[in-house]
């Protein structure tokens, strides 16, 4: 794919839902970071929602626990179509320091597709944002696979 | 308090029964020295409770954790107590060595005289399979109810069901990937 | 596969209700979130509650006990993301006692300004945490925006905002040259002139100490009973602190004492609004701690083994076993190892992370309260990030499961309440 999504070309408002699945918090707080004065990418109209149903975007930190695969897999399957997954930070992408253990199944994407990745440990917010900002894309992608405008959210 | 302090008052309550005693004395600081003791030990099961409460006489007591380990046919439960919290400098850490048989793996529970050692308790239940006699509640605490190994067991063999090889380069390094 | 079963009575009390419980699995914070509760309720109040942690349990000593030591430190800052520098702080001291590693002081200087620094960011988090579960999102984000500076002289100093990767067995991996000095006393002045906004904004706001005055009380004899660390205890009058009670580093030089709200002139009570003011005194005193650590740091070397072969060679041979403490923002840390001759893995590896002890102290916080109050009363004791993942209500019987949003909204509306 040749276009760039550009943040002033969001065409309408981007709903998060994060969920941790077992990792230490260092990216949950670098997400939060990105919502405060710095960073502040609601500016920009990304705003976390407390329900998968609303989301268009799924935020996975950590890497999955024995007891979060179910619950991972349940909030993939509520989150409506079109989706994008990000799997944030360097457990989400690859398990990162944890592996070979009898509680953790692995990286996100041995439970759900992973769309874009955000290496770091933990990623800093620039980092997110510009991962949200590919996802953005993909998902325009997406969203024109199945036949929706692209219509203003606000 | 002082580390020969709380080794006197040990020795009263236990008399011959403390086994073992070392005391341990470092300097900490940079220009301004200070001394900070250790005491280890070890004891029978039997005489855990007479201990805790010795150690409730002579200061604030504060169990810090209670870790265990497994030696052979024998568990090793370590209590790591903090006493004496509240002055500079002041605090002595207690810690003492219980062995028990895996054939027998039974401790009298300390919560009835320190409340807040139910939570280190319950992990050594469901981690090490030992049994503690009177605690509140033996539920398992971070590990699912039906798992049926004790991970810290260095002699499981169910525990190898469990480990998952979850990346490529580590099946290659020998691994299985068990679904 | 959930079931149902029978939770034993808790706090001798029988509701009179028959209640069930419905177990998702297990979980682990070696401190972290995704912590279940189950209350029992009659109107609006908790009688009963019922904790069980673990959704995010990693199996963090049972990796450790399989890999080198160096690898096992950086596993250890990765236990939480927040005090991520306090665990490889008690790590390396318990390693430095069973294989006898000596630290020359200019590292010990070091080690204490790297976990003050840590001690500020993380109690500044838990400040805009408090304010957003009691719905003041806008202290939120101005106290967000006010612990960025922190995070940047950490940068400054390590390369990274989290995840600092400073300790090592017999010393620190960074120094702290004198050209940054300007730099971290800049910061240092930054914070000195917000302290008196920042105790206008939590403790003289009407509506927090309206929501958070003998909300989650938590008496001095059950902290003590229930072995609570950290600031929840300081906050119950306990004057409980391991740089004061069992000085380790460069403690001892610096005299650091316990603070409890009597040291801002207040009775204790041992509710929310004594938990904030000890934190926020706390910032203070590590502001005053950083200023003294730069002016009487040492010349000299950071590290006793400067190449890693050497230390790892050296740590095989060893042979002890050693515990190293730490008061993290939270808590006492403690970790526990037994090294072997010949392993390289230690062979027994204990961490305990201070919400583990504050565990227990939570029963007793949440008794008489209400629903509304849940939010701020389980993020009070501070357990990373506010793990309230789901909690479950049983009320005459019926089950209802409140998501965390759901409870955020009541939380909000009883401010709104207050606030007229």
Known sequence: MGSKAKLSGFRRALWVYHVNTGGCNGCDIEILAALTPRYDVERFGIRLVGSPRHADVLLVTGTVTRPMYERLKRIYEQTPDPKVVIAVGGCASTSGVFYRSYNVLGPVDNVVPVDVYVPGCPPRPEAIIDGVVKAVAKLEEKERALGIGTEERG | MRAEEVLEGLRRALGERLRSPRMVTEEVGHRVRRERGYIWAEIGRDDLLRTVEALKELGPLHISIISGTDVEDRIELIYHFAVGYGTEGGEVMVNLRISVPKSDPVVPSICSLLPGAETTEREKIEFLGVKFQGIPDSRHLFLPDDMGVHPWRKDEPDLKKYVRYTVEWEAQDGGEDKA | ?420
């Open chain 3, 1 to 420: 596969m959930a079931e149902k079963t029978r939770p034993e009575a808790r706090q001798g009390e029988n509701p009179g209700t028959t209640c069930f419980q419905v177990p998702i699995g297990p979980i682990h914070p070696a401190l972290k979130e995704g912590i279940r509760f189950t209350f029992w309720v009659e109107g609006e109040r908790v009688r009963k509650v019922d904790i069980r942690p673990g959704f995010m349990h990693r199996g963090i000593e049972f990796m450790g006990m399989q890999r080198n030591l160096i690898q096992v430190l950086y596993l250890a800052e990765r236990i939480c993301g927040i005090c991520s520098v306090s665990h490889p702080l008690a790590l390396v001291q318990a390693v430095e006692v069973a294989a006898g590693i000596e630290v020359p002081p200019r590292a010990q200087y070091i080690r204490v300004i790297v976990g003050e620094l840590e001690r500020i960011h993380s109690h500044l988090l838990w400040a805009g945490v408090a304010a957003h579960e009691l719905g003041f999102d806008t202290l939120l984000h101005y106290v967000w925006k006010v612990r960025e500076p922190v995070l940047d002289i950490l940068e400054e100093i390590s390369g990274n905002r989290i995840d600092y990767a400073m300790p090592i067995y017999g010393g620190v991996r960074r120094d702290i040259p004198p050209e940054k000095y300007p730099k971290v006393k800049e910061m240092l002045r930054y914070y000195r002139g917000l302290v008196d906004d920042l105790l206008n904004f939590f403790l003289r706001d009407p509506s927090i100490e309206a929501r958070t005055r003998g909300v989650g009380v938590l008496t001095a004899e059950e902290a003590d009973a229930l072995c609570a660390v950290g600031p929840t205890a300081r906050a119950s009058g306990l004057r409980k602190d391991v740089r004061q009670d069992w000085p380790y580093f460069v403690y001892p030089d610096l005299e650091v004492k316990a603070l409890t709200p009597e040291d801002m002139g207040l009775e204790v009570r041992g509710d929310v609004y004594d938990r904030i003011v000890v934190r926020l005194l706390e910032v203070v005193q590590s502001l005053d701690i950083i200023e003294r650590c730069l002016e009487e740091m040492p010349e000299g070397e950071i590290t006793s083994f400067p190449k890693v072969a050497a230390l790892l060679a050296h740590l095989k041979k060893a042979e002890g076993e050693g515990i190293g403490r730490h008061e993290a923002p939270r808590g006492e840390v403690i970790h526990y190892v037994r090294l072997v001759a010949g392993e390289e893995a230690p062979v027994v590896w204990k961490v305990k992370a201070p919400t583990y002890s504050n565990l227990m102290p939570w029963y007793p916080m949440f008794r008489d309260q209400e629903i509304a109050d849940i939010p701020i009363v389980a993020a009070s004791i501070d357990p990373c990030i506010c793990c309230m993942d789901r909690a479950h209500i049983v009320r005459k019987g019926r089950e209802e499961v409140l998501t965390k949003e759901e409870l955020l909204k009541l939380s909000w509306e009883k401010t709104r309440r207050i606030v007229g």
